[in-house]
Each structure stands twice: as C-alpha cells, then as structure tokens.
C-alpha cells in the first residue's frame, strides 16, 4: 500500500528535478477565497470577516501553506462571485468547491488521464437530497424522478452546485443566499422542499423542531475540492499539485468529529 502511495503521489506530483527554474515555487498574489457564510465547525465568521478561531478549512489551508513555505490572503466572498473571480484570476483558489461539469470547465480541478475529478484528492465527498419537513412528509411525492406536486417550491442556494440540476428539473425555484438560509426557509414553511447536501446538518441540527428528513433516493454524488485559476495552472502546475497534495493531507491528517469528513486517499 505504501509503494502505491508513493508511486501514485510521483505521477501525480512529477519529477521536481525537471522542474524548470522557479516552477513550483509559491505563487504572487496567492488569494484564497471562502464562502461569506458559516459553514458549522468548518468556516466560523459572517461577510468579510474571519471569526476566531475561524474553522476547519482555515486551518486545512494553514497547514498546507506551513507545509509549502508559501503565504496567502485569504478573503470571504458571496456564493456567485466565488467561481467568478477564480476563473477570472482575481483569486487563485476557490477553497471547497463541490465538481460539476459546467464548473470545470471555468476552474481547474484536480483530474484522471479521462477528465473525470480525482476523486482521490477529493476534500469530502456527500450526496444532494431533497430535504422536507418531518410533519409535511405527506404531502410531497419524490419516487427518484419526478417531485410532486407540481405546485411546490423548492430552495436552493443561488450560484450552488444544486441550481443547474434544479433548473433542468423545471421546479419552481426560491433561491437563498446560502446553504443555512434555504434550511431557515424550509422550517419556516417558505418553500416545501430544500435542495441541500447532506454536509449541511449535523444529526441534531435535523432533529431539532421542526425536525427535517431527506426523501429517499438521494438526487446525485458530489465530491468538494480546492479548484484553481486556469491562469494559475498554465503558470505554474509543478506549485498546484503540491498545493492539492498538501490540502489533502492537512484534511486527512485532521478530521473533524462532526461535519464532513475528508475523503483523501494519499
């Protein structure tokens, strides 16, 4: 296993001594945008700011920039401007970005020799349901294809990996600004069905009144990663896949006790 893991991380990584000169060194700038909404004990701290102690991811990140000898600014963003501005360069790391096909192909995501997502180097992996209120259970319908009825409204997060699937599905949509802000609509009874990631609770998060239940089968599989700028990438690759490697492992080497675990296979 560990001659795996070493041939795999050499292939992965390439041969540094044929690096060309300043190819993999620490990229300037180096901004690292997080979503500007709490995420429970992995992103503490509204807008702007960064709480403090500031979460998991912070320190996933902080760990990795140790182990590289590199610096970063990190900076908060809204949900629609976080793809955006990597794919625009105005930041190089979206920092947990779940995989969809029409995201890579503005970022760039760790990948297999066939273009699919490495879901080795995945962050964490979960699946997006339906979520419903427990005492409104009866009166929606979901067989794994078609929601009913017809006159529901479903939340999902504007700009989150939900919407393309939401809009293809041809439900009536209210978007919220954020993953706890569709959660706060649904128990409110302002929409009857979330759209949400599994990742979004913890088990007492469901439980609590009004308690919340995820309709079975869930709708798909999605893995998070630390996608970069194509900019970043064409520049300097060599520095990119040292950076995903040691996210990975700062994740692997800190699970958390509640929220979603790291699914790095290094």
């Known amino acids: 296993m560990l001659l795996l893991r070493a041939w795999w991380l050499a292939a992965f990584l390439g041969t540094a001594a044929h690096a060309s000169p300043g190819e993999g060194g620490c990229p300037q700038p180096f901004r690292v945008a997080f979503l500007d909404k709490a995420i429970p004990g992995m992103l503490a701290g509204e807008g702007s700011q960064f709480a403090d102690p500031p979460g998991r991811f912070v320190d996933w990140l902080d760990q990795a920039l140790a182990r590289l000898g590199c610096k970063a600014e990190r900076v908060r963003l ?6 955006g501005d990597t794919a625009t360069d105005e930041t190089q790391v979206t920092f947990y970005l779940a995989h969809t ?3 890579a192909s503005q970022l760039v995501y760790p990948q297999r020799a066939d273009g699919s997502p490495d879901r080795r180097m995945a ?11 427990a005492d409104r259970r009866d009166r929606v319908r979901w067989d794994g294809r078609t929601l009913g009825p017809a006159s529901l409204t479903v939340g999902i997060v504007g700009g989150g990996v939900e919407e393309p699937m939401a809009r293809a599905a041809g439900w009536t949509l209210d978007r919220a600004l954020s993953h706890a802000g569709s959660i706060a609509k649904l128990r409110l009874g302002r929409v009857d069905v979330a759209v949400l990631p599994a990742l979004s609770f913890s088990p007492d998060a469901l439980s609590a009144p009004p308690a919340l239940v995820a309709l079975e089968p869930p709708l798909q599989r999605i893995a998070f990663f630390a996608p970069v700028s194509p900019a970043l990438w064409a520049k300097n690759p060599q520095f990119v896949r040292r950076f995903w490697v040691a996210v990975c492992e700062a994740a692997r080497d800190n699970p958390v006790t509640t929220g979603p675990s790291p699914t790095c296979q290094l």
């Open 123 to 133: 962050l964490a992996e979960t699946h997006l349901a339906l979520f419903v209120r």
């Open 78 to 83: 809204p949900q629609r401007r976080l793809m």
């Open 101 to 103: 096909p029409e995201r």
